[in-house]
């Protein structure tokens, strides 16, 4: 079985040291979107992106501080303990999603997180 170390050595993982954990970018689409166009998002320096994609990890008893994201977002869960997240979106109907494979106990694979959500996961 990997460790954490395992994974994060693998993945060429690093630390966050904005919002915790560790993560590796592996995509970042070269088409980016004008920051005009998106009026419901806050503005970049460069416009924006139309996707990318990150592994991140947490590490028992580490956290993700809580942090707003600018853009759409679609978190996966892979494996590992579960995580629990705090969702605060711009509608204002606050959240608790419990991320794992353990479907008969209400965790869950995958979330679409709409942007300007502020989150927090644990």
């Not at 990150?54 to 759409?72: F, K």
């Not at 892979?78 to 479907?103: A, I, S, T, W």
């Amino acid at each position: 079985m990997l460790s954490a170390k395992d994974i994060k050595d693998r993945l060429k993982m690093k630390p966050n040291p904005q919002e915790g954990g560790f993560l590796a970018e592996v995509y970042t689409s070269p088409i980016i979107v004008p920051d005009e166009l998106l009026k419901r998002f806050a503005p970049t320096r460069q416009g924006r992106s139309i996707s990318s994609a990150i592994y991140y990890l947490l590490e028992s008893p580490g956290c993700s501080v809580l942090h707003r994201v600018t853009g759409d977002m679609l978190y996966h869960f892979y494996l590992g303990d579960p995580v629990q997240m705090l969702l605060l979106p711009p509608d204002g109907k606050p959240e608790v999603c419990v991320f794992g494979n353990k479907f008969l106990q209400g965790q869950r694979p995958l979330k679409v997180i709409p942007g300007n959500t502020w989150l927090g996961s644990r």
